[in-house]
């Protein structure tokens, strides 16, 4: 599967952006998909996880109740839905997709490029 993530960009403090990650090749059904990011200088950290229907979520506790992963398998698409953004939620973000069954697992098979997302204060 290759993926290839959207979205990313400037937003305010208590803002909100989305993110997109649209899959190719074997249908994204197949897989579980989550997001990670990244900052300089550190390494690559999860934020959220769902099921191959998206009936089960994950989400690091840093982003709970704040963004919301969700996906439409039919469009072949992952989304991330960021809200009240603050800045320390700066980074590169990554979709990635995996097989197996936990939703909570940070072992990742297909990774796809990152995307910007800068948050002003």
């Known amino acids: 599967v290759q993926l290839q993530a959207s979205g990313g960009g400037l937003a305010q403090a208590g803002g909100s952006l989305r993110l997109s990650c649209a899959a190719s090749?074997?249908?994204?059904?197949?897989?579980?998909m989550g997001w990670f990011r990244q900052t300089p200088g550190k390494e690559r950290v999860f934020v959220a996880g769902?099921?191959?229907?998206?009936?089960?979520?994950y989400y690091s506790d840093s982003v709970t109740g704040r963004f919301t992963i969700s996906r439409d398998n039919a469009e072949s698409t992952v989304y991330l839905q960021m809200n009240s953004l603050k800045p320390e939620d700066t980074a590169v973000y990554y979709c990635?997709?995996?097989?197996?069954?936990?939703?909570?697992?940070?072992?990742?098979?297909?990774w796809g490029q990152g995307t910007q997302v800068t948050v002003s204060s």
């Open positions: 090749g074997r249908s994204v059904g197949s897989y579980i």
């Open positions: 990635a997709a995996r097989y197996g069954t936990s939703v909570a697992s940070r072992d990742y098979d297909y």
């Open positions: 769902i099921s191959r229907a998206g009936g089960r979520t």
